[in-house]
């Protein structure tokens, strides 16, 4: 395995890890938010209103995605796989 190879499986690592992650985190985002603006407008401080959502949104993303993030990892995986086997091969 040459030093690009390394480079390519590192960037394609990258890429599923962006992809795995980045619904999770801008469904967390965009309720801490709008839980902030409620917050603010509303004067009401208190600190499970900002978690609680957060945590149901984020699992509902997850679990609606979840399938989508399977394949995701799956294909990654079987490609390593097969860069494994063209080393070994070699």
């Known amino acids: 395995?040459?030093?690009g190879?390394?480079?390519?499986?590192l960037r394609d690592l990258f890429i599923v890890v962006?992809?795995?992650?980045?619904?999770?985190?801008?469904?967390?985002?965009a309720v801490g938010l709008l839980v902030s603006?409620?917050?603010?407008?509303?004067?009401?401080n208190e600190s499970t209103l900002a978690f609680v959502p957060k945590i149901l949104v984020v699992g509902l993303v997850f679990?609606?995605?979840g399938s989508f993030m399977y394949t995701v990892l799956v294909d990654f995986t079987h490609g390593i796989?097969?860069?494994l086997i063209e080393v070994g091969g070699r």
């Not at 190879?5 to 499986?9: P, Q, R, S, T, Y």
């Not at 603006?37 to 009401?44: D, L, S």
């Open 37 to 44: 603006v409620v917050q603010a407008v509303t004067q009401i």
């Open 5 to 9: 190879d390394v480079a390519l499986v």
């Open 63 to 65: 679990s609606v995605g």
């Open 18 to 29: 962006l992809k795995m992650s980045a619904p999770g985190l801008l469904a967390a985002l």
């Open 81 to 83: 796989f097969d860069r």
């Open 1 to 3: 395995m040459q030093e």
